[in-house]
């Protein structure tokens, strides 16, 4: 379903002659492709998970926002405005962000159905998170929170 959205969003960008879209776009798709190509020894013809291209698009951002940051230091204006852009366009496929308290109600929860009680426990309450708020949550946060609540 998400790839439908990319393909059509992909065509719209290049109707209305959005420069930026078409190529973040582009982007998008021909970085699927890498990890389609890159799983299909295991998976076959079977293409990649909504909650995989979800977690792909994170990543996206998260590259980008470590970009703007470096080239903040090195007064490149351009350069940021430009990644700026693209992470706008990388957002309107993501679903909205857990933040603050909501973020932490939802460790919280997870922590208590997967009886954690020590650090040790970490790893299945990270896998737990993934699993159900794959794309909507910030995992190096909630990895802090989960690592307070344990430590």
Known sequence: ???????????????????????????????????????????????????????????????RDESIALYLQGGRQDLVDRERAEVEVINRFLPKQMEGDELRQAVETVVGEADASNLKDMGRVMAALRERYAGRMDFAKASGIVKEMLG
């Open 1 to 63: 379903m998400l790839r439908t959205q990319l393909n059509e969003a992909l065509k719209s960008a290049l109707k209305s002659q959005d420069k930026v879209a078409v190529s973040t776009i582009r982007l998008i798709l021909a970085a699927l492709k890498d990890r389609e190509i890159a799983v299909r020894p295991e998976r076959g013809e079977a293409g990649l998970e909504d909650d995989e291209i979800l977690q792909l698009l994170q990543k996206m951002v998260k590259q």
